[in-house]
């Protein structure tokens, strides 16, 4: 027995090293971990089990295939992880590396576990032509069939090039870490070669240009620890699957912040102010996780905890664009309430919406379209949603942040709510302009004329007599209206008729 054990060993430690302690070295010298280190830092100490180990490409020098797969344990829950390996021809993708991680998605399916996977590859194996594309297809069709089923997380650690990136677009959440990461098509020896302008991998395709500008990735991380810290806890926050396994709840300590809710939102419906300092008195302390933050901010979503469980949370932030809703930020919400609601995960909506962004870039980069994901998300999800009106709420963005009329269960109001076709200025210069201008004092008669709008039309008692609000309440009490509202919702009937969570 002695021999045999032997030669396991053996192999197993030719595994271990990839392509090399040299290779490792390198990548560590450029600030990146290694595929297994990568994979201890993402799981529960010892709980890692290989699956697949031995596999690998026939005729290859290396002993092993140029992905690492198996499952492990966050905060003591099943996952399923792999890694591609650099170290090992790029982390390139061919038939038995595609092989082995489309097994661990059947797999993490079948469980009803997430999958994450740690994307560092310089792409297709060229050597292998169609297989290496029918490779990428076999993860394309796994990541589309078991969307809305199980959380698909994608950490790009190094390049992720050519059909590489469609892998993680089409999964729910992408990290990259700055500087190491760089998601692209094609490289920048291509671009040159078609444009004459040269281009860095950073300029091309790094974090900073997907966090702000595409939209590409959702969280973005200083180095490899910090992400792979970020993704333990976003699993935290999310259920195991959607046939009802519940997120982990938490015992969080919660400041007495209510009295905060007063004073935080000014009274003037001119002034800007942050609706992440809103969900910082409202929700448990420290417990919002931001997704996407610097992406389309005149919109937040995330996920916090409300008395230790997890909700999500979509709000219009005034500190942006006025909270005015527009392409980029209509997308980033629709398919985030898709999320919560392929997962029950049940969404609080803070409103403070000027309306539609107007002009004819707008209307050109199709507005009309993507506004209709965000009314389309709202109407279709299933899951308890309640929104509170803060102040503004205009015209057809007032329908779209989730109004009763597109099936919200509870919709409250602060008594600064102001809810109208428009705002009172624009809607007395529709109305009055012409008596305006034939007062012998215009300036005055539409100052009266805009105060007397206020007072007979926007105020939010009148939603309250049309039912379309259900309450009026003081800032004070929005946290336990929301603890107790939410409680009463969890009886509420469930749509088993799932859907899959489309990139927007």
Same mark, same amino acid.
């Given at each position: 027995?002695?021999?045999?054990?032997?030669?396991?060993?053996?192999?197993?430690?030719?595994?271990?090293?990839?392509?090399?302690?040299?290779?490792?070295?390198?990548?560590?010298?450029?600030?990146?971990?290694?595929?297994?280190?990568?994979?201890?830092?993402?799981?529960?100490?010892?709980?890692?089990?290989?699956?697949?180990?031995?596999?690998?490409?026939?005729?290859?020098?290396?002993?092993?295939?140029?992905?690492?797969?198996?499952?492990?344990?966050?905060?003591?829950?099943?996952?399923?992880?792999?890694?591609?390996?650099?170290?090992?021809?790029?982390?390139?993708?061919?038939?038995?590396?595609?092989?082995?991680?489309?097994?661990?998605?059947?797999?993490?399916?079948?469980?009803?576990?997430?999958?994450?996977?740690?994307?560092?590859?310089?792409?297709?194996?060229?050597?292998?032509?169609?297989?290496?594309?029918?490779?990428?297809?076999?993860?394309?069709?796994?990541?589309?069939?078991?969307?809305?089923?199980?959380?698909?997380?994608?950490?790009?650690?190094?390049?992720?090039?050519?059909?590489?990136?469609?892998?993680?677009?089409?999964?729910?959440?992408?990290?990259?870490?700055?500087?190491?990461?760089?998601?692209?098509?094609?490289?920048?020896?291509?671009?040159?070669?078609?444009?004459?302008?040269?281009?860095?991998?950073?300029?091309?395709?790094?974090?900073?240009?997907?966090?702000?500008? #595409? =939209?590409?990735?959702?969280? @973005?991380?200083?180095? *490899?620890?910090?992400?792979? /810290?970020?993704?333990? +806890? !976003? &699993?935290?926050?999310?259920?195991?699957?959607?046939?009802?396994?519940?997120?982990?709840?938490?015992?969080?300590?919660?400041?007495?912040?209510?009295?905060?809710?007063?004073?935080?939102?000014?009274?003037?419906?001119?002034?800007?102010?942050?609706?992440?300092?809103?969900?910082?008195?409202?929700?448990?302390?420290?417990?919002?996780?931001?997704?996407?933050?610097?992406?389309?901010?005149?919109?937040?979503?995330?996920?916090?905890?409300?008395?230790?469980?997890?909700?999500?949370?979509?709000?219009?932030?005034?500190?942006?664009?006025?909270?005015?809703?527009?392409?980029?930020?209509?997308?980033?919400?629709?398919?985030?309430?898709?999320?919560?609601?392929?997962?029950?995960?049940?969404?609080?909506?803070?409103?403070?919406? #000027? =309306?539609?962004?107007?002009? @004819?870039?707008?209307? *050109?980069?199709?507005?009309? /379209?993507?506004?209709? +994901? !965000? &009314?389309?998300?709202?109407?279709?999800?299933?899951?308890?949603?309640?929104?509170?009106?803060?102040?503004?709420?205009?015209?057809?963005?007032?329908?779209?942040?989730?109004?009763?009329?597109?099936?919200?269960?509870?919709?409250?109001?602060?008594?600064?709510?102001?809810?109208?076709?428009?705002?009172?200025?624009?809607?007395?210069?529709?109305?009055?302009?012409?008596?305006?201008?034939?007062?012998?004092?215009?300036?005055?008669?539409?100052?009266?004329?805009?105060?007397?709008?206020?007072?007979?039309?926007?105020?939010?008692?009148?939603?309250?007599?049309?039912?379309?609000?259900?309450?009026?309440?003081?800032?004070?009490?929005?946290?336990?209206?929301?603890?107790?509202?939410?409680?009463?919702?969890?009886?509420?009937?469930?749509?088993?008729?799932?859907?899959?969570?489309?990139?927007?």
């Amino acid at each position: 027995m002695s021999r045999y054990l032997d030669d396991l060993y053996k192999r197993r430690e030719g595994v271990s090293l990839g392509g090399g302690k040299n290779k490792q070295n390198k990548q560590r010298q450029q600030g990146k971990q290694s595929a297994r280190e990568r994979i201890e830092q993402l799981l529960d100490d010892g709980t890692f089990r290989e699956l697949q180990r031995f596999v690998r490409t026939s005729g290859t020098e290396y002993q092993c295939e140029n992905v690492i797969t198996g499952y492990g344990k966050v905060f003591g829950r099943t996952v399923c992880v792999y890694a591609q390996d650099f170290t090992i021809q790029g982390g390139s993708l061919g038939e038995m590396h595609s092989l082995k991680i489309t097994k661990l998605m059947d797999y993490a399916y079948n469980l009803g576990v997430p999958i994450v996977g740690l994307c560092d590859s310089a792409g297709a194996k060229i050597q292998e032509g169609v297989k290496a594309l029918e490779g990428y297809g076999e993860l394309f069709y796994r990541n589309a069939k078991y969307s809305g089923k199980i959380p698909q997380i994608s950490v790009i650690m190094g390049p992720c090039a050519g059909g590489a990136v469609y892998s993680p677009a089409l999964t729910d959440f992408v990290f990259m870490v700055k500087q190491t990461s760089h998601m692209f098509l094609t490289g920048s020896k291509v671009v040159k070669a078609v444009t004459g302008k040269h281009m860095s991998h950073e300029e091309l395709g790094g974090s900073q240009l997907h966090a702000t500008k #595409s =939209g590409d990735v959702h969280f @973005v991380s200083e180095n *490899e620890t910090d992400c792979l /810290r970020q993704v333990r +806890k !976003l &699993l935290s926050y999310l259920p195991q699957n959607n046939k009802g396994s519940k997120p982990i709840a938490s015992n969080w300590v919660t400041e007495q912040k209510q009295s905060q809710m007063e004073s935080v939102v000014p009274d003037d419906p001119k002034k800007a102010y942050n609706m992440l300092h809103v969900i910082s008195a409202l929700f448990d302390t420290g417990s919002y996780i931001e997704v996407q933050a610097a992406f389309a901010a005149n919109i937040t979503i995330g996920f916090a905890k409300l008395d230790g469980n997890t909700v999500g949370v979509v709000g219009n932030n005034p500190k942006y664009k006025a909270g005015a809703l527009d392409v980029d930020a209509s997308d980033k919400a629709a398919r985030f309430i898709r999320f919560c609601d392929c997962f029950h995960i049940p969404i609080v909506t803070l409103e403070d919406v #000027s =309306g539609f962004i107007p002009g @004819v870039l707008q209307q *050109e980069s199709g507005i009309i /379209r993507h506004g209709a +994901k !965000l &009314l389309y998300a709202y109407a279709e999800s299933c899951v308890p949603k309640v929104t509170v009106i803060l102040r503004k709420a205009y015209g057809g963005a007032y329908v779209a942040m989730n109004s009763k009329s597109i099936g919200a269960d509870l919709v409250f109001a602060w008594p600064t709510a102001e809810i109208a076709v428009m705002g009172a200025e624009g809607a007395v210069d529709v109305l009055y302009g012409k008596d305006i201008q034939q007062d012998d004092q215009p300036e005055l008669k539409r100052e009266q004329l805009i105060e007397q709008y206020k007072k007979e039309v926007m105020h939010p008692y009148i939603a309250a007599e049309l039912g379309v609000v259900d309450d009026v309440i003081s800032p004070s009490e929005t946290r336990s209206v929301l603890i107790e509202s939410l409680d009463m919702l969890r009886s509420k009937t469930r749509n088993d008729d799932c859907h899959g969570n489309i990139p927007l």
